[in-house]
């Protein structure tokens, strides 16, 4: 199925990230100077519904689901919802600036055809288009994005259960390169032409976005993140799986714990970043990215901007909206400002309400 091109305002959306350990809502107004949360909800999953992307407990996040809803305004109907980059094919393609937009579907489906090793029937095809071609200004940089459609109807089906409907499917890394727009300005001036790596450490994914001249240019994810942290604290010092889940978020932890157990953790993800970024850099023919900006509820383990920054030589910040232009009343400030990074992706799918929008 084809979208068409980009027509009139989107309507008003709820961003809900379903991650594996946790699912996050965020509904956004628009400012003079920024976005406002209107709403929010952070409700934990059971453990094991969601695994390697994919729904194995469609009950449990439902009823995680229903939690989040109550917390909604009873007007919030709409949502935008995200999908794991690794189901989703993507590729840049080059066409004519002067195609019609039936001309453009037409080659669309010729090159989704070449891309996709399965039947058109079986998937949903959507694209967009980028800037002007650098070498060649009679063309224009279209991204041509596919996924499996079961894949979708799968949390479009979950929405519905709890009487939300997705009117967009976007892709993680996508949000999370969107969301770029409200912490932005936490960098400095003249980052309009610098090269900015957002991660988003989650709790079995890491997600990358790299943004260039305000477009996400790259997106991928690392199986790796703080559900390991948890397991090594887990089995080095015999505790349950509750027990070192507690540890890790209150610090009550031995003390040696930073040697035994989190600075082997902070290199195996520091590793993890370098990789991808020597990924990125191959791919693109860049020498390096500019700026880390750190998200996701791992984020603030003790020292892993400093140990980036000086590792990498690159600048790395904890991301903070509310640094940026994202505003909320106090008492809502108050409640999120220490965990408000986990939300990149949230508000970055919750930002589609704010973009042109496809009929």
């Known amino acids: 199925m084809l979208?068409?091109?980009?027509?009139?305002?989107?309507?008003?959306?709820?961003?809900?990230?379903i991650g594996s350990h946790e699912i996050k809502a965020i509904l956004l107004s628009k400012t003079a100077d920024g976005y406002k949360i209107i709403s929010h909800a952070a409700v934990p999953l059971k453990k094991g519904a969601i695994n390697d992307h994919e729904i194995r407990d469609a009950d449990a996040v439902v009823e995680s689901l229903?939690?989040?809803?109550?917390?909604l305004p009873s007007g919030a109907k709409l949502a935008a919802v995200a999908v794991s980059g690794s189901s989703v094919m993507t590729k840049v393609i080059y066409m004519d600036s002067?195609?019609?937009?039936?001309?453009?579907?037409?080659?669309?489906?010729?090159?989704?055809?070449?891309?996709?090793?399965?039947?058109?029937?079986?998937?949903?095809?959507?694209?967009?288009?980028?800037?002007v071609n650098s070498i060649d200004p009679t063309k224009v940089d279209v991204l041509l994005s596919a996924c499996r459609t079961e894949n979708i109807d799968a949390r479009v089906e979950l929405l519905h259960d709890v009487n939300l409907e997705a009117k967009v499917v976007d892709v993680e890394g996508y949000a999370l390169g969107r969301s770029?727009?409200?912490?932005?300005?936490?960098l400095p001036e003249g980052v309009e032409n610098k090269i900015v790596a957002l991660v988003d450490i989650g709790a079995n994914v890491t997600t990358f976005a790299v943004v260039e001249n305000g477009e996400t240019s790259f997106v991928r994810e690392q199986t790796f993140g703080g559900e390991q942290f948890t397991q090594s604290i887990l089995s080095f010092y015999g505790m349950s799986y509750d027990q070192a889940e507690k540890a890790k978020l209150e610090g009550d932890l031995p003390r040696n714990y930073m040697f035994e157990v989190l600075s082997p953790f902070q290199t195996q993800l520091l590793q993890q970043i370098k990789r991808t970024l020597q990924i990125y850099?191959?791919?693109?023919?860049?020498?390096?990215?500019?700026?880390?900006?750190?998200?996701?509820?791992?984020?603030?383990?003790?020292?892993?901007?400093?140990?980036?920054?000086?590792?990498?030589?690159?600048?790395?910040?904890?991301?903070?909206?509310f640094q940026g232009c994202l505003h909320a009343d106090e008492n809502v400030k108050k409640l999120l400002k220490p965990n408000i990074s986990k939300y990149m992706v949230a508000c970055g799918l919750a930002l589609r309400s704010y973009s042109q929008w496809r009929t």
């Open 281 to 321: 850099c191959t791919s693109s023919g860049k020498d390096k990215v500019d700026h880390i900006l750190l998200s996701g509820g791992t984020s603030k383990l003790e020292g892993m901007a400093s140990l980036l920054t000086h590792e990498l030589d690159i600048h790395t910040i904890i991301a903070d909206p």
């Open 66 to 71: 229903k939690l989040v809803k109550r917390a």
């Open 180 to 186: 770029y727009e409200i912490v932005s300005s936490q």
């Open 3 to 17: 979208s068409k091109l980009w027509q009139r305002q989107a309507p008003q959306m709820v961003g809900i990230d």
């Open 98 to 131: 002067l195609l019609s937009e039936e001309d453009m579907e037409e080659q669309i489906e010729i090159e989704a055809d070449n891309l996709i090793p399965y039947s058109l029937d079986e998937v949903s095809i959507d694209f967009e288009t980028l800037n």
